[in-house]
């Protein structure tokens, strides 16, 4: 039933709208405005004239950006490290999910799943401290280990080789927890009937695991993983600028779109570049999350995000 | 319950995994702490480890001496926080009411209006010359508080999902007869019902402004504006800076210029022991928090 829109029906609602109104200037200055802003990368900035009155240049900052090697080392690095973060991150969380609901102590259970949250509420500038002191050139816990084998110590913060798999580990080691916790949840909404009839069946562990515990959990995987691969030209910032201590040396291999939108914005001169690499970013980044969900909406409509 | 001999091994095959798992979890934070009261020259000598020849407390006291520049700091991310908090909460909770009522009108526009933030961004350039040469934010306490981390798309729509899957109409209704203006109904049936969501917005959001650096590396370069996560960022970076330009230093305070080692591991730890102190009596929170990403807007 739709009710006519008059204003003697709207009036009653005038307290709900304003008490909307913060939120809703809140959301335009932090989040429209800034929107409105990517023409700051079709122009060449000038801090007197400001976002919108500096003088257009076309696609100039593109053709910058794109003309170096830059733009393909941190398109590459962010790409492929998403797609090593979803393999690893969603195997790993899935694997831990199943045998942290099997536990039955119910005390060892609660451990597990307080343990595997805790690099979580850390900030990346604290676990920059906790890789330090693993892999300190000079006094890291790694080197000692090789100095006392006899082996030669490997200049970690200078070596571009181990970065992939440092911040694989490091990115797993912070973020795992986040998505088993939410696979627990999922395991726990399954139907215990479905293990009961399983076992009168003879089925033994490993069937159980693949035939209901699996399949069960679909809808969360799919949800997951396509949140991801919308966000798959999005890189933590923290993760790629403050683990490798921020080191020239390891930019081929830890170099992304985020670390290189700050550090071409903090360089003199930098900024056209910067704004050109952030609107590249936030484009693809839109068209990706849009096609993902479209994908979504056809395989399973209930699982869409919208 | 008897457990079968399957079963059993089984039990035991997991276990053992996962003692390992909380092990690979828990122990680099523990040599954080360890690095932190390991005597320095054992330091400089032997490397970090988790069993050092010989402990010393010279880096809590020296962080005792100099008080004033960690205090601070501490000082600033307390009311940074506490403040931030409480604004998100607020604002969070007074757009979710208004659209988690289905006959509001234009509600698909407000509706829509918050979430295609969640899908695109106008990135940090212009929100950096925005919030710096708009709004003048840089050095201010505002640096801290305005830019991303008062409200955000997700927590709207978990929390207006929240309130119109547990709050029942009928409530509304009842008290609509008996006169109740809406701001009344917000705050003496929707707040107190939407208690749990509130605390577990309200614990994820502190904890997003207490480990927030992001922020303070874009807007604060005032060594008396940094908070703890601030201040241990510009330690390591006045330390790159020094190792590849001897001789120049940044001249931000005494003690972010050259910390040794032991005492930035101090900083970094007493930084994180708040959330180590509290964590164990929040998890349960944390973890239902979480679990509700799991269940869709």
Known sequence: MKQKLTWAHFKQFIPLYIMMVPSLVYIFINNYIPMAGIVVAFKKYNVNDGMFGSAWCGLDNFQFLFGTSDAFVMIRNTLLYNVAFIIVNQCLGIALAIIISDVINKGLKKLYQSSILLPFLLSMVVVSYIVFAFLSQENGMINAVLKSMGKDIVYWYQDNGPWPFILIFVNAWKGVGYGALIYIAGIAGIDPAFYEAAELDGANKWQQITKITLPCLVPQIITLVLMAIGRIFASDFGLFYQIPQNSGALFPTTQTIDTYVYRALIQAGGIGRSSAAGVFQSVVGFTLVMISNAVVRKISAENAMF | ?297
């Open chain 2, 1 to 297: 319950m008897v457990l079968s001999k399957g079963e059993k091994a089984y039990q035991v095959g997991i276990n053992i995994v996962l003692i390992i798992v909380t092990l690979v979890m828990i122990l680099p934070i523990v040599l954080l702490f360890m690095c932190s009261i390991t005597d320095e020259n054992t330091l400089i000598n032997n490397g970090y480890s988790f069993f050092p020849e010989k402990f010393g407390l010279t880096a809590y006291q020296y962080i005792w001496q100099n008080r004033g520049t960690v205090l601070r700091s501490y000082g600033l991310t307390i009311v940074v926080t506490v403040i931030g908090t409480a604004c998100t909460l607020i604002l969070t909770s007074l757009i979710a009411y208004p659209l988690s009522l289905r006959n509001l009108p234009g509600r698909p526009f407000f509706n829509f209006y918050v979430f295609f933030t969640m899908l695109f961004s106008g990135g940090l350039v212009p929100a950096y010359i925005m919030w710096t040469n708009t709004f003048h934010i840089k050095n201010t306490i505002f640096a801290y508080l305005l830019p991303n981390l008062l409200l955000s798309a997700y927590n709207i729509i978990l929390v207006r999902t929240f309130f119109m899957t547990s709050i029942p109409d009928a409530l509304y209704e009842a008290a609509r007869i008996d006169g109740a203006s809406y701001f009344t109904i917000y705050w003496k049936i929707v707040l107190p019902m939407g208690k749990p969501i509130m605390v577990t917005i309200g614990l994820f959001s502190g904890l997003g402004f207490w480990n927030d650096w992001t922020n303070g590396l874009y807007y604060v370069n005032r060594s008396e504006m940094f908070t703890t996560q601030v201040l241990l960022n510009r330690m390591i970076q006045d330390i790159q800076a020094l190792a590849n330009n001897p001789g120049g230093g940044s001249g931000s305070g005494a003690l972010v210029n050259l910390p040794t080692v032991s005492i930035r591991m101090a900083i970094a730890f007493v930084a994180i022991l708040p959330i180590l102190v509290v964590y164990p009596f929040l998890q349960k929170y944390f973890a239902s928090g979480i679990a509700l990403g799991a269940v869709k807007g």
